[in-house]
């Protein structure tokens, strides 16, 4: 006997979807970079596992897979692809830039997507190997293409840019190469299916999304409650998120199949809460820390030997590169499945701590001394590390941890551009002249408020869309 779900095949489209807009749009607002695309890369794999009725053990793996391999396409850099796109002449040129960079990112995200789907179906080994194979391959199409600017979709005369298109690029292949080579040649190959799903929607979401940056200033709108660059990324985890929950309906059966036989897995538990905690601190100064203290160290050594200034800044870069960090991130999940929530929820979150730390002198003009600020980084850690800890022994798992990272990300979201001298104490007359708080906030950033709204209804949303999402029932066919 088999098992399937009764879930409605319009949530797979609906709930990936409307959760990796929120994911994109979050990234954008209290992430960036690759640690913030793990935002999305962890919302997508829980969406999946709650569609498909995953056990705790896997779910958790799979979302670790997902928000390192998602991740890895935030090494991509856009912003001078997307200057192109102000001037007619080289208004095409951008736009096949993008597409091409959200293509490789989806199709890199979801190689690493598939391979914790079919992790069941492959030695831990081969797993592992797959993504070394894929750093190694980053490194070959960074030199072959990136380096050089061989093909280039940024500015080459002001202040060019480092381009790493090409590297994910090879990544992908490479990776997936590896997986096809050590597949299950009886069952469908779910990287390669979920890495073509993913190119697509990349491809539609990034490329049709700059559409937005062209020709959103020209439509008949108010344009100060539009926020352009938002609605790019809101359209590109959009459709990213449809593409590959529709990739995971066109195989649903498969799919399920393969979740049927993890339902009596539990979590696996490290041997106390307190041992989990310890490990899951020293991840995070791992990943924070220690990668950032080699990076600028590894920098400072090739300013001081000239003759070996070129390898040593190679090995810089490499070090501090998502596809390293995020690829031994999966790989530590692999061997150590104990920690694999820590590293798919509390590392991916941290990063969002940090990133708000860090903008509130800059962005927020809100100037506070250094122990406050690491004391608040300090107790939203660990407060997430018991959350995480906590809702690991727990029979159910997979929904409590895809709540806690969505309503802890929104808990930084939402407040964080109020957190401001400006409507702190903002200035009486200021306050007169707009007729109070809210008439000031409006004045000040209308289109803040809309992305709010935005953030807020999908919040709400895929909160209600987790929820009852089928149960079991056994097919005798």
Known sequence: MTGFRTVPGWRFIVFPGVAILLGWGLRGFIGGGPYGAMIPGAMMALCLSLLLG??????????AFAAAGIGFGGEVTYGQTIGFLREADTR??????????????????GAALGAGLDQRRYARKDLAMAFIVGMAAFYIGWQLINAPKLIYFSDRLDSPREESWAGLLFAALGMLGWLWAKRDRTRSFMP??????????GWLGFGGGALWMAYGPMLPVPQRWFGW??????????LLGVFWGGCALRHRRALEAEAAETRGEGNALERSVWVEAALAAGLLVAVYGVVTWLYGALETAAGAHPNQHDGLLELARMADNFVVVGGLLAVLALYRPALAWQIAVTATFCHVMIDFVDDLPTENSLSLPVPPLAALLALSMAAMIAGVAALSRRGSTVRPMFLLLTWACMAVALPKPFVNPAYLSPDPAALARAGGWLGLVVEKMPGQLVVHAIFLVSAVAVTALSKDNGQWTMDNG
């Open 92 to 109: 095409g040129w951008g736009l096949l830039g993008l597409a091409l960079k959200g293509g490789v990112w989806g199709l890199l995200g």
């Open 54 to 63: 995953h056990g705790p053990r896997f779910a958790a793996v799979l979302a």
């Open 192 to 201: 390669g299916h979920f890495a073509l799903w993913g190119l697509a929607g």
């Open 229 to 238: 660059w938002k609605m790019m990324e809101f359209s590109f985890g959009l």
